[in-house]
């Protein structure tokens, strides 16, 4: 479908887990691209957006998707096999994979597949829901193929293009842009009570030693200054599952101790939270960023070292590393400029960096609507991976979505051709809670008497 005609641009997007949904939804809306309102003027007009969420341990709950707060105007749960029989009965504009690395490249290649001979076909998009610190090339590869791929900042973009360029693969596909949930009102002053956020994340640190560290020096902070408000900021309920898995849950440390009545554990939308927040503390969240943005005194915490295991070495230069000894003490960070302009947050020096940050999207959208203008449609999709270029990695990869090595579906793979009538529905979601169950309670408990 052109990106020309009269018509709301459609947008499909996957994901795999609540982060991955707020950020490919919030994506799709910004980068959408324009409509023809008559004399060759273009404006924009709200998108027709349809949400697929990839069937697995991290699907989202029905409270969690309420907490992202963001409006689709169908949602689907799907596998893999499903969402390539949903793409050939509907025409997309533009179509963002939300999904970890190996999960984008089983789609690329079943899309490839699928698409085979059509060029009139949707703009693929993918990208990083937040900091980029581990498995740089391992992820940037898996996600090649796509005619977009995102990058959050200005170090992200020169990043994913060196490692694209060093193995002889096409980088004209990265494109930079900027988180698409940085917003809010910017920081104008202590609150009262002055108020302490620590974000927790799911799987840094690991272990029960590391996290019961955190969360006594949390209440510590607490009980020294009980003219302040202490939360403990938490991604999700006991039994729900995010991006990454969560076998300590600090709801469950917290249980042990006798926290003070100025420490609260606290849930709802980031964006919500810093409204109220005068100094942010975690240890490497994208949250920090999200603080950043609103000049919100932020700090990444040293106490467990500057380690690539905790991706707290991604803030070295930014001015907001700190222990909890020193904020005990009084200490307020002062960010680099010159580093938090280059991450694409709070950029210009203006408050908030509300100028750049309105544009940040204007060149995906423009290649977008190019793409879609072109002459002779979209060429198919070529990943840089292929059975001859990776043959002892590719075919695992895309097995876990019951793919050959070709894109097709593998013998014995789940029926595609048909919609799952109400039993096999009823199965799923009970295969899926026993699943859930012995990914985050049977398997850690398993773990750990391996380590006695």
């Not at 069937?55 to 709950?61: D, E, K, L, N, V």
């Not at 949903?86 to 789609?107: E, F, I, K, N, P």
């Not at 693929?124 to 992820?139: C, I, N, Q, R, S």
């Amino acid at each position: 479908m052109p990106a020309s005609t009269a018509n709301p641009p459609r947008i499909a997007v996957l994901a795999d887990s609540d982060t991955r949904w707020k950020w490919g939804a919030l994506t799709a809306t910004r980068i959408a691209p324009s409509m023809e309102t008559g004399a060759g003027s273009r404006a924009q007009a709200a998108p027709v957006l349809d949400g697929f969420l990839l069937r697995g341990r991290a699907t989202p709950t029905p409270r969690q998707l309420a907490e992202v707060g963001v409006h689709a105007d169908s949602l689907t749960e799907v596998t893999a096999l499903e969402f390539l029989r949903a793409m050939t009965r509907t025409s997309y504009d533009v179509l963002v994979l939300a999904l970890v690395g190996g999960g984008v490249q089983a789609v690329l290649h079943g899309l490839k597949r699928i698409w085979e001979g059509r060029t009139e076909r949707p703009v693929v998009v993918t990208g990083y829901v937040g900091v980029v610190y581990e498995k740089l090339a391992d992820g940037l590869l898996l996600r090649h193929g796509a005619d977009l791929v995102l990058a959050n900042s200005r170090q992200d973009a020169e990043r994913f293009r060196a490692v694209y360029e060093g193995v002889g693969a096409d980088a004209s596909s990265v494109t930079e842009v900027a988180l698409p949930f940085l917003g809010g009102a910017p920081y104008t002053g202590e609150h009262d009570p002055y108020t302490v956020v620590f974000a927790a994340q799911p799987s840094v640190p690991e272990n029960r030693r590391d996290r019961a560290y955190l969360l006594d020096r949390l209440v510590r902070h607490a009980r020294l200054h009980p003219e302040r408000e202490v939360l403990l900021k938490l991604r999700s309920k006991p039994g729900e599952h995010t991006t990454h898995i969560e076998e300590l849950p600090y709801q469950k440390l917290a249980q042990k101790l006798d926290p003070p009545p100025n420490f609260r554990l606290v849930y709802g939308n980031m964006g919500e939270v810093l409204d109220r927040t005068d100094l942010m503390v975690t240890v490497s969240s994208t949250a920090a960023l999200e603080s950043l943005h609103r000049r919100v005194p932020t700090v990444v915490l040293t106490d467990l070292g500057v380690r690539e295991a905790l991706g707290n070495h991604h803030f070295v230069g930014s001015g907001c590393l700190a222990s909890w000894d020193q904020l005990d003490a009084g200490h307020r960070p002062a960010p680099d400029e010159e580093w938090v302009a280059r991450q694409g947050v709070a950029v210009g020096g203006t408050s908030c960096g509300a100028g750049a940050y309105t544009t940040a999207f204007d060149a995906a959208r423009e290649r977008v609507v190019t793409l879609l203008d072109g002459p002779g449609g979209l060429p198919p999709l070529t990943p840089y991976y292929t059975p001859a270029t990776a043959p002892g990695y590719l075919p695992g990869i895309l097995a876990r979505h019951h793919l050959g090595p070709d894109g097709s579906p593998l013998p014995g793979a789940p029926a595609t051709d048909r919609e799952p009538g109400p039993v096999r529905q009823i199965v799923r979601r009970a295969a899926r809670g026993a699943y859930r169950h012995g990914v985050q309670r049977v398997a850690p408990v398993i773990r750990r008497m391996g380590e006695l």
